[in-house]
């Protein structure tokens, strides 16, 4: 694909802001109105002063952000790699061309939100969403309408004798579904809808009356494995309770084991020994604010997600003694790879592998329900570290200042995260544009989750918003000075 030179990069940030408010404006009157059919009542996120330097980095971080996935996604069947060299250098054989159809689900999501910024131009998201939809619709192999894993990214075969997967499969249905309102074209809503009333959640309950299997294996048959403790299996089970065709027993949601867990006076429920990312994913598309349970614990999962990431940021502040790089603005850990390899670690309580490696998207994963502890965090990495662990894609997956040991790679779920995040926490799109497909409201009124009073306007999780009239003026201001790390690639193709 032929590439587009930019310019330096403090000049770039400031074009790219008023064109941003321009083209924003521009896209909304192309596409036609919102489906009255659909009955979500989006609730538009409150708005906090964010400083011009915060808010340009922000948009940079996103931008380098979908540049993973927009560069590494097969054009022709839209699987996005599992992961990439930060550098461009090749993957080793093991590696190389091995898609995640989790990092999928984030890619479709992330051409909505690079169109609404003017990144790309609304054919090229549009052919790219439908290249993907097609594929998954009529070439990838399915069973009972789930995925495999890991896919090779040029042939569709399946790569590492992977597990058809319902999480995974999940998370690529989230992206469906979310391209399905966004683009009003008749060919990506046939499309979507086929790939996601073809999933038969019933079968993946493999004979349990509420509690579905992880996965599946042509040579095994079902894994012995259930998701029946709370973690990101909620979009799982909402997407099951609100399925048109084979819809599983709102009675699921409340199967679920959940611990109760307190941390330096923050109180939440969660599956204790997880890692963050588990408070995080699903809130990616599900707007879970202002709403609680109207039985059982009567959990509000937005409040609940604040407190577990609050309570995080006190456990990683707390590991200073042990890691003097650790502290208020540098903390975050989660599932990663790591100087020996990929873990599933975070805390509190402490994982015995924690060896002083930060994780970027823990806190930035988090955007979405602690913007100014977050972006703070973010900003030290970048200003401290510069160009050793933010170029071309973001974010490294994982370094460790205390050992020297920088990740080669970024991986696409934690790349994916830190940009839905920011999405979110700026302007509320996926949000949005994910609920108003009417399963998943339906889904969540099945289950019992009520609308109430939210609780959060004056704790640090408040969220911050990004009006398109802020843009220009901070356009204005003068270019902030970030290190001079590589500029992005920007490779996509010239509009027709």
């Given at each position: 694909m032929?590439?587009?030179?930019?310019?330096?990069?403090?000049?770039?940030?400031?074009?790219?802001a008023?064109?941003?408010?321009?083209?924003?404006?521009?896209?909304?009157?192309?596409?036609?109105?919102?489906?009255?059919?659909?009955?979500?009542?989006?609730?538009?996120?409150?708005?906090?002063?964010?400083?011009?330097?915060?808010?340009?980095?922000?948009?940079?971080?996103?931008?380098?952000?979908?540049?993973?996935?927009?560069?590494?996604?097969?054009?022709?069947?839209?699987?996005?790699?599992?992961?990439?060299?930060?550098?461009?250098?090749?993957?080793?054989?093991?590696?190389r061309?091995?898609?995640?159809?989790?990092?999928?689900?984030?890619?479709?999501?992330?051409?909505?939100?690079?169109?609404e910024?003017?990144?790309?131009?609304?054919?090229?998201?549009?052919?790219?969403?439908?290249?993907?939809?097609?594929?998954?619709?009529?070439?990838?192999?399915?069973?009972?309408?789930?995925?495999?894993?890991?896919?090779?990214s040029?042939?569709?075969?399946?790569?590492?004798n992977?597990?058809?997967?319902?999480?995974?499969?999940?998370?690529?249905?989230?992206?469906?579904?979310t391209?399905?309102?966004?683009?009003?074209?008749?060919?990506?809503?046939?499309?979507?809808?086929?790939?996601?009333e073809?999933?038969?959640?019933?079968?993946?309950?493999?004979?349990?009356?509420?509690?579905?299997s992880?996965?599946?294996?042509?040579?095994?048959?079902?894994?012995?494995?259930?998701?029946?403790?709370?973690?990101?299996?909620?979009?799982?089970?909402?997407?099951?309770?609100?399925?048109?065709?084979?819809?599983?027993?709102?009675?699921?949601?409340?199967?679920?084991?959940?611990?109760?867990?307190r941390?330096?006076?923050?109180?939440?429920f969660?599956?204790?020994?997880?890692?963050?990312?588990m408070h995080?994913?699903?809130?990616?598309?599900?707007?879970?604010?202002?709403?609680?349970?109207?039985?059982?614990d009567?959990?509000?999962?937005?409040?609940?997600?604040?407190?577990?990431?609050?309570?995080?940021?006190?456990?990683?502040?707390?590991?200073?003694?042990?890691?003097?790089?650790?502290g208020?603005?540098?903390?975050?850990?989660t599932?990663?790879?790591?100087?020996?390899?990929?873990?599933a670690?975070?805390?509190?309580?402490?994982?015995?592998?924690?060896?002083?490696?930060?994780?970027?998207?823990?806190?930035?994963?988090?955007?979405?329900?602690?913007?100014?502890?977050?972006?703070?965090?973010?900003?030290?990495?970048?200003?401290?570290?510069?160009?050793?662990?933010?170029?071309?894609?973001?974010?490294?997956?994982?370094?460790n200042?205390?050992?020297?040991?920088?990740?080669?790679?970024?991986?696409?779920?934690?790349?994916?995260?830190?940009?839905?995040?920011a999405?979110?926490?700026?302007?509320?799109?996926?949000?949005k544009?994910f609920?108003?497909?009417?399963?998943?409201?339906?889904?969540?009124?099945?289950?019992?989750?009520?609308?109430?009073?939210?609780?959060?306007?004056?704790?640090?999780?408040?969220?911050?918003?990004?009006?398109?009239?802020q843009?220009?003026?901070?356009?204005?201001?003068?270019?902030?000075?970030?290190?001079p790390?590589?500029?992005?690639?920007?490779?996509?193709?010239?509009?027709?």
């Amino acid at each position: 694909m032929p590439s587009v030179k930019v310019a330096p990069l403090s000049i770039l940030l400031s074009i790219l802001a008023v064109f941003s408010l321009l083209f924003s404006s521009s896209s909304a009157l192309a596409r036609p109105p919102i489906s009255k059919a659909v009955s979500f009542h989006f609730q538009a996120a409150p708005v906090l002063k964010l400083s011009s330097q915060d808010q340009l980095f922000l948009e940079d971080l996103q931008h380098r952000s979908f540049n993973f996935f927009w560069d590494q996604a097969d054009p022709q069947t839209g699987l996005v790699a599992d992961r990439a060299r930060m550098d461009e250098s090749s993957l080793n054989e093991n590696h190389r061309n091995v898609a995640s159809i989790a990092a999928t689900g984030f890619g479709l999501s992330a051409l909505c939100i690079a169109m609404e910024h003017g990144w790309i131009t609304q054919s090229q998201a549009r052919e790219r969403a439908r290249s993907t939809l097609r594929f998954f619709a009529d070439r990838a192999f399915e069973n009972h309408g789930w995925f495999y894993h890991w896919l090779d990214s040029k042939t569709g075969e399946r790569r590492w004798n992977s597990e058809v997967s319902s999480i995974d499969t999940a998370l690529l249905l989230a992206g469906v579904l979310t391209v399905r309102t966004y683009f009003h074209d008749p060919e990506i809503r046939k499309l979507a809808t086929k790939i996601y009333e073809r999933v038969n959640f019933q079968w993946m309950l493999n004979g349990h009356p509420l509690l579905l299997s992880h996965g599946w294996k042509p040579e095994t048959g079902f894994l012995k494995s259930r998701w029946d403790t709370y973690s990101e299996d909620s979009i799982l089970y909402l997407l099951a309770i609100g399925s048109p065709t084979h819809p599983i027993s709102a009675a699921s949601w409340y199967a679920l084991w959940r611990d109760r867990y307190r941390y330096e006076g923050h109180t939440y429920f969660t599956t204790i020994g997880v890692p963050l990312f588990m408070h995080q994913y699903a809130h990616a598309w599900i707007d879970y604010r202002n709403r609680r349970e109207s039985r059982g614990d009567r959990i509000d999962y937005f409040e609940n997600s604040i407190a577990a990431t609050l309570a995080h940021r006190a456990f990683c502040i707390n590991l200073s003694h042990d890691f003097p790089a650790f502290g208020s603005d540098m903390w975050g850990i989660t599932a990663s790879d790591s100087a020996k390899g990929y873990l599933a670690w975070g805390g509190p309580p402490r994982d015995p592998e924690i060896d002083g490696t930060l994780v970027p998207s823990a806190a930035g994963g988090s955007l979405m329900f602690t913007p100014k502890l977050s972006v703070a965090a973010l900003q030290a990495m970048h200003d401290k570290y510069g160009i050793k662990v933010y170029s071309k894609y973001g974010f490294i997956d994982a370094f460790n200042p205390g050992t020297g040991w920088f990740d080669s790679d970024v991986l696409g779920i934690n790349t994916g995260i830190i940009l839905l995040s920011a999405e979110n926490s700026l302007t509320g799109n996926v949000w949005k544009w994910f609920m108003q497909n009417r399963e998943i409201p339906l889904a969540m009124q099945k289950a019992g989750l009520v609308r109430s009073k939210s609780r959060t306007t004056s704790r640090p999780g408040e969220r911050f918003g990004s009006p398109r009239h802020q843009v220009k003026a901070m356009a204005e201001q003068r270019p902030v000075s970030l290190p001079p790390v590589a500029e992005p690639a920007h490779q996509v193709a010239k509009a027709a």
